[in-house]
């Protein structure tokens, strides 16, 4: 992260990580540069690649210093959002307030495992 802070970056991007664990770790590293830290897990509406619930991945990454949570790739815009929605969800029962980024795929893949296209 240092050549990222040297060059006077506005946030940082964490994402395409498929365990909670990591991004956790991650964003425990970086959460003292400064700067606004988005955290994005590759994860479908079952969770991780351990299998913890999007809603405790979303907790999990707000309670570690991310600013911004939500999840990326993989799935398409509906399978997505439907993450975003459990992520959501959890946020409101913890009584936690963060803003939420979804990336999604730009194509349907319906046929997609529990990793996606």
Request: charged letters at 25%.
């Amino acid at each position: 992260a240092a050549i990222l802070l040297k060059n006077k970056v506005d946030f940082i991007i964490l994402e395409y990580f498929r365990n909670v664990e990591e991004i956790v770790w991650a964003i425990e590293c970086l959460k003292d540069c400064n700067k606004p830290l988005f955290a994005s897990l590759c994860i479908g509406p079952r969770g991780d690649s351990a299998g913890v619930d999007p809603g405790e991945c979303a907790v999990r990454m707000a309670r570690a210093g991310a600013d911004v949570v939500g999840a990326n790739c993989l799935f398409d815009p509906f399978v997505n959002l439907t993450v975003l929605k459990k992520m959501k969800k959890r946020l409101d029962e913890e009584k936690i307030s963060t803003f939420l980024m979804s990336q999604p795929l730009g194509f349907m893949c319906p046929d997609g495992g529990r990793y996606g296209y």
